[in-house]
């Protein structure tokens, strides 16, 4: 079936220039720099992942609003930014005043996407619990949000993307097989994996991340041992918030030109199907999940020879793990399954 | 009672039994529902439910000439120019209410968020052009044979998306629909045989032409578009009707109140999951059909996700699982951007904006679904109605059929 399928897909091209190759060539040349790039897309990935599988986990929702908590923090970078007095070519600075706007940066960047996902869950969502609405209102008003904060965003500041600002050159630090890993790729890989750990061990050893855990697992029973679940639910909101604020300052550290009204969407898809990938509601699995993401994109970019391969790869990934193994490559454990 | 009004099945000892359990609880069945989910013009529904069953015919048809002659009558207040012509805001509205009606089967029957309800509508759109235009190499067809056609691709992708996503839970669908719009708009963008931003021109349309030779059905002269999409409007509004009031109907909406209690029921709810999805999917391919028919071009710029999220906009302002309500929601999306040009700008924040508001607030929409007994609802509910009102009065208890088409 797939070798008739892949004669017959290129006979629709009206002409020879090839919109779909194999470039076997091609990728194994790129194998590495796609392999790190992969790894700097993937961190990004995760930590919205978690945003996402934190709060599945909790209220059983896909928080379509996420991607727009997500770009909040993006345009909380960009201000920090241009009021810092950035411009489209990196300054030369030293390493501390490097590291002092990046943490100013990452603070506002946080602060903007946990309010968000505060009011997002206190306006949003909190009615539609107290009136116990079903499954269908909640995803449906989650759409509704995301769709508001875009489009309130747009209206403020407008459809082309913001001013590209850069903070810093990357600068090779070493080489692995004959290609240079820079300071911004090794940044965010290392500041992105700490901070999922950091997020792992809170889940599972605070007394905060018991909590979280228990409501996921049984909110009413949890309820009667003493859990506030309304403290928890915003908690994880807010958590969910300040790793999507810090995923906003790498990924506009990576993609400077990528602060638009709708650039989160389709990047709050992928992270979605990372969290599935990996499997939901499972911490772990979000890193894994972004990771193997991240990769998959970039090497399916490369051999199939156009950069929008991309979400499209990302899209037949989420299928075809929904398709064979739907409780993702880790399963499901914050939470009760979900079958 | 005649054979129109179908076989009445209630007499049995069974039925009454249960006619009298729910009597004596005080909940008569539609009611309960029906006053828990009331629209705003829910009152309206219940005077509707009294009338004989003549008087509804009566007024429907005038309802129905109404709608046929409204871009020839233009009338004032309500018309659109002159921002934009009439007669094609009137072919718009319908489209919209087509999709919505379509997408309605799938969000208000079967309880399935398809967030992704343009990707079929561009699938429809392209299998017309891409089998009328001139600028493509394939085969060509006469235009009105690319509806069914249309609706058959459609419907394939529909099930090819459906199967692998409808055995899980429903919120899973959201996010792959999600994602399937955003991917046909990438491929019609990538692969060359879809032509991206170029894309078709010259749709086929109709055959005829007018005394003056010019074709009847041009891209500029709405009213005969909006004739056509009307009638098939009309078609599909009887068909899903049918299909609302038959077993499958009755499937989907068990489906969509508890699942798990429906498949305990032995409901197969994947089977009947995907013929929701698969039949949504196919109204969506012919409306896009339709839509590029009349506007003679088809590229990759229209088939936003953004536009997918006015459709559910449509089908939840309008009251999901109520055909009337997702043909007022359609129309009034189209109709309110095109009639108030200020605000069309802001049209995505305002429909955003409603949709939250309609959720938290009243989450039933504009018309309510009406939660009574479907099939022979209308029989079991004026029979315990006409009992609870006067017990002499249940012989003359009106007969007719589920009416709110």
């Keep these: 079936m797939i070798p008739t399928l892949l004669t017959v897909l290129p006979a629709l091209s009206t002409d020879d220039n090839s919109w779909i190759t194999f470039d076997i060539p091609s990728l194994m040349q790129n194998f590495w720099s796609a392999t790190f790039d992969g790894l700097t897309f993937g961190s990004i990935y995760a930590l919205v992942a978690l945003g996402y599988t934190l709060v599945y986990g909790v209220l059983n929702l896909i928080n379509f609003a996420h991607s727009e908590v997500f770009i909040m923090g993006c345009y909380g970078v960009w201000f920090t930014l241009s009021f810092l007095g950035f411009g489209p070519s990196a300054p030369n600075l030293s390493l501390g005043s490097i590291v002092v706007n990046l943490l100013l940066a990452l603070i506002v960047a946080v602060c903007a996407s946990a309010l968000t996902a505060f009011v997002l869950e206190r306006l949003a969502y909190k009615p539609l619990r107290k009136r116990n609405a079903p499954r269908l209102v909640f995803l449906i008003t989650a759409i509704g949000a995301s769709f508001t904060i875009q489009y309130t965003i747009f209206l403020v500041r407008g459809p082309v993307p913001e001013q590209a600002l850069t903070m810093f050159k990357p600068t090779p630090i070493f080489d692995v097989f004959g290609t240079i890993v820079d300071s911004q790729q090794l940044l965010i890989v290392i500041a992105a994996v700490i901070m999922m750990v950091v997020t792992e061990r809170f889940i599972s050893k605070s007394r905060t991340g018991r909590g979280i855990r228990a409501v996921a697992q049984d909110p009413d029973t949890a309820t009667l041992m003493g859990v506030n679940k309304e403290k928890i639910i915003i908690t994880t909101f807010v958590i969910g918030g300040i790793l999507a604020g810090a995923a906003a300052l790498f990924y506009v550290m990576k993609i400077p030109s990528g602060v638009q009204y709708n650039g989160g969407f389709i990047l709050g898809i992928k992270a979605f199907a990372a969290a599935v990938l990996g499997g939901i509601g499972n911490v772990r699995g979000a890193l894994l999940g972004g990771l193997l993401l991240g990769l998959i994109g970039n090497y399916g970019q490369i051999l199939l020879g156009n950069s929008q391969w991309t979400d499209v790869v990302a899209f037949v990934v989420l299928v075809l793990v929904l398709l064979l193994r739907p409780e993702g490559i880790l399963g499901t454990s914050l939470g009760r399954s979900r079958a | ?405």
């Excluded at chain 2, 529902?33 to 009331?38: E, I, L, M, N, Q």
């Excluded at chain 2, 629909?177 to 060359?192: K, M, N």
């Design chain 2, 1 to 405: 009672m005649s054979m129109v009004d179908g076989p009445t099945p209630l007499h049995t000892a069974k039925a009454d039994q249960a006619a009298e359990d729910r009597e004596a609880v005080g909940t008569p069945p539609g009611s309960s529902a029906a006053v828990r989910r009331k629209g705003w013009f829910g009152g309206l529904g219940e005077k509707w439910q009294e009338l004989p069953r003549q008087k509804q015919w009566a007024v429907l048809i005038i309802v129905v000439v109404l709608a046929y002659l409204l871009p020839v009558i233009n009338p004032p207040l309500i018309s659109t120019e002159p921002g934009n012509d009439f007669p094609l805001a009137c072919q718009t509205m319908a489209v919209w209410a087509l999709v919505a009606v379509g997408l309605n089967v799938v969000i208000g029957y079967a309880g399935l968020l398809d967030l992704g309800y343009i990707a079929f509508f561009a699938v429809g759109s392209y299998v017309a052009a891409m089998l009328t235009s001139p600028d493509s190499t394939f085969l060509k067809i006469p235009y009105l044979w690319t509806i069914p056609v249309a609706m058959a691709v459609t419907m394939f992708f529909g099930v090819l998306l459906g199967v692998p996503t409808l055995r899980l839970r429903g919120d899973y669908l959201a996010i792959v629909t999600l994602g399937f719009g955003e991917i046909v708009r990438i491929l019609a963008t990538i692969i060359p045989a879809m032509k991206g931003q170029v894309g078709f021109q010259n749709l086929g349309h109709p055959p005829g032409l007018d005394a003056h030779g010019v074709p009847i059905f041009a891209n500029s002269n709405g009213t005969p578009w909006y004739w056509l999409t009307l009638t098939i409007l009309i078609i599909v509004l009887l068909l899903a009707g049918n299909l609302e009031r038959s077993r499958v109907g009755r499937n989907w909406i068990a489906i969509r109140e508890d699942e798990d209690a429906a498949e305990t029921m032995g409901v197969p709810t994947f089977k009947y999951k995907v013929w929701a999805f698969a039949i949504g999917a196919g109204i969506g391919g012919m409306s896009g059909a339709l839509m590029s028919g009349q506007v003679g071009f088809v590229n990759n710029q229209k088939f936003d996700v953004v536009t997918s999220v006015l459709f559910v906009a449509a089908v939840v302002l309008g009251g999901a699982g109520n055909k009337v309500g997702a043909i007022l929601g359609g129309a009034l999306v189209a109709y309110i951007p095109l009639r108030f040009t200020a605000i069309a700008d802001y049209k995505y924040l305002i429909f955003g904006l409603a949709l939250c508001l309609i959720m938290i607030f009243r989450s039933h929409g504009l018309l309510a679904a009406r939660q009574q007994l479907l099939a022979y609802g209308r029989h079991a509910y004026n029979e315990v109605k006409a009992r609870t009102d006067a017990k002499s009065a249940k012989a003359k208890a009106a007969p007719g059929k589920e009416a709110s088409l």
